[in-house]
């Protein structure tokens, strides 16, 4: 439970400094940060569901 809001949390902060850095012409680095965040997230899921089997 802890960790699924830990998630949602830095996700949302992801989002939200891409919607002020925008304006600014740097809004890909938090992009690139969030992109690199939903990949680890995947690659720990099938490393859960390929231990599961």
Excluded: C, E, T
């Excluded at 949302?12 to 304006?23: R, S």
């Excluded at 740097?26 to 390929?50: C, E, N, Q, T, W």
């Amino acid at each position: 439970m802890m960790k699924s809001a830990i998630n949602y949390i830095i996700i949302l902060a992801l989002v939200v400094g891409v919607i002020f850095l925008y304006d600014k012409q740097i809004g890909a680095v938090p992009l690139l940060l969030l992109s690199v965040f939903l990949f680890y997230l995947g690659i720990k899921k099938m490393r859960d569901i390929k231990n599961s089997n």
